[in-house]
């Protein structure tokens, strides 16, 4: 549709305008999906829980089948809900569909493979959808410009879209942008009461997100599609894991958890190359330190442009 548009009536018109709006939305509706996709894994990693899987559109594995053997160990999709069973059309040639009880499901977590592809995918999207808001906004500008209301949306959209990249310089320019859209909105008597609040909304948000940020030691990490954190909230949230990780895995003290186990967790908060040794008894405090340290070298790798001198250890 935008190349038509360009090729018909040029570059520079409102249709074109719209069009990168609404790329610019479905960057942002795909980049949320995957956000609501890796929490879901994160919440069965951290509590053991599956209910989130029992939802159409969640990816399981068939198992525990007494009567239906043939069918444990082949994966599907959860395409329908009752108060007691699913129905789970499998990854077949003919889609057979069966109803399955929620024992004889288990959720389908990501290979490190797919799983690093859905992160970078998301950065991708994040910045797909700065460039479609930043043409947006160009191009109202110079159609409209800087007196007009469609130019105050502009700037509210550009910053809303910097402020989810949580990277301390796009905020303070997402703040910036947000500040210019209601002096616009303002200065053109726009009466529209639901935009107004719309834009004080967001730069209340944006604010309280530099703030944030202005705190030691709080950084946001690959692919800064996350809320920034301090180490203290790193070390809760690695030993909330690590619980998890042996409800599931093993037992308090027993060598029994796998490395692989504490590396799948690992994966979903970025650590692709952490190796954590289940060799003896499995230490919470090594592991939430080990965890702790590469998420800060991951933060300050990712903001290395914009970090000050890092704090010590638990600094807040």
Not at 9 to 24: F, N, R
Not at 42 to 65: A, F, K, Q
Request: hydrophobic fraction near 40%.
């Amino acid at each position: 549709a935008l190349d038509l548009t360009r090729r018909c009536h040029g570059k520079e018109i409102e249709e074109v305008a719209t069009c990168h709006e609404e790329m610019a939305i479905i960057c942002r509706e795909q980049v949320k999906a995957i956000i609501k996709l890796l929490w879901m894994h994160m919440e069965h990693m951290l509590t053991n829980s599956i209910r989130l899987y029992h939802s159409p559109g969640s990816r399981v594995l068939v198992e525990g089948l007494q009567k239906q053997q043939q069918y444990n160990g082949i994966e599907g999709v959860v395409v329908k809900m009752d108060a007691v069973r699913m129905r789970v059309r499998l990854d077949m040639l003919d889609n057979k569909e069966l109803m399955l009880k929620s024992e004889n499901v288990c959720p389908l977590l990501p290979t490190a493979l797919k799983l690093h592809e859905q992160l970078m995918k998301m950065h991708d999207l994040a910045q797909e959808r700065i460039a479609s808001s930043k043409e947006y906004h160009r191009i109202q500008i110079k159609v409209k410009g800087v007196r007009h209301v469609n130019t105050a949306i502009a700037c509210q959209n550009l910053g809303l879209a910097y402020l989810a990249t949580h990277q301390a310089a796009e905020i303070g320019l997402a703040v910036s942008l947000l500040i210019q859209a209601d002096k616009i909105r303002r200065r053109v008597g726009a009466d529209d009461k639901d935009r107004a609040l719309s834009i004080s909304k967001s730069l209340s948000v944006a604010q309280s997100a530099q703030a944030r940020l202005d705190e030691g030691g709080v950084l946001s990490a690959v692919p800064c599609c996350w809320p920034p954190t301090s180490r203290q909230d790193d070390e809760i949230q690695m030993a909330r894991l690590f619980a998890g990780l042996q409800a599931r895995n093993g037992k308090r003290g027993s060598p029994s958890m796998s490395s692989e186990a504490m590396q799948q967790g690992l994966r979903l908060f970025g650590l692709f190359n952490v190796t954590v040794s289940a060799c003896g008894a499995v230490d919470v405090d090594a592991f939430v330190a080990i965890a702790c340290d590469e998420l800060q070298k991951m933060k300050l790798e990712a903001n290395r442009d914009s970090v000050p001198a890092p704090v010590a250890a638990g600094g807040r």
